[in-house]
């Protein structure tokens, strides 16, 4: 992790153009949640989607959470998954949810424990979608249900702080492990696409 640590910081410090505190700070954040990897018993867990490329492949990253999400599925045989993601992409013909949800059931998933959130294009709608879908099947508000979100690594931080802003605090982080490689372009991505992000993260520590 240290490794990890100081190849993605000399990255960021010559290829991002922000300010080197917040930008520490915020990186900090992202490498700690990375580690996450919650394994206890869940009522829900939204799966959040990820590129396809074509009309219905998934990428590399999401494949990889999709696999995780099988595994930890197969482990909490109680546990519903909301996949997440609509069909917005120029030549997507299915939405990232009902491709996550084919691929689960060809990994052993019971199709029926598995909820499809189709209409979302960010992070952000995930989570206001997806809480109102919880509380549809569920019956009960989100507070009383124990809810976890799986993603990659170097994501969850930046989900968990949108997940908040969305009025659901606490859920618990899985992450799909990435290569170094693919870790340090994540972290770099999150850094760019999450300025506001990094000023309200450092203003309030």
């Avoid at 992790?1 to 922000?18: D, E, F, L, Q, Y």
Wanted: hydrophobic fraction near 40%; proline fraction near 2%; glycine fraction near 10%.
């Amino acid at each position: 992790m240290k490794n990890k640590c100081a190849v993605i910081k000399a990255i960021i410090g010559s290829a991002v153009g922000v300010a080197g505190v917040s930008s520490a700070g915020f990186l900090g954040a992202v490498i700690k949640d990375s580690k996450k990897d919650y394994d206890g018993e869940l009522h829900y867990l939204f799966v959040l989607g990820g590129l396809i490329i074509g009309e219905e492949t998934p990428s590399e990253h999401l494949l990889k959470r999709i696999k995780k999400a099988a595994e930890y599925l197969d482990s909490h045989p109680s546990t519903f998954a909301v996949t997440c993601g609509g069909c917005f992409r120029d030549g997507q013909k299915k939405s990232e949810a009902l491709i996550i949800k084919e691929h689960l059931i060809a990994l052993g998933i019971d199709e029926n424990r598995i909820i499809l959130e189709d209409k979302s294009t960010t992070t952000n709608e995930n989570f206001k979608f997806g809480k109102k879908i919880v509380e549809e099947h569920s019956g009960k508000e989100f507070y009383e249900l124990k809810t976890g979100f799986l993603s990659s690594d170097y994501h969850l931080f930046r989900a968990g702080v949108i997940a908040k802003i969305n009025g659901l605090p606490g859920l618990h982080k899985i992450g799909a492990k990435s290569t170094l490689k693919d870790f340090t372009r994540g972290a770099v991505r999150e850094l760019i696409v999450a300025p506001d992000l990094i000023n309200n993260y450092m203003s309030n520590k």
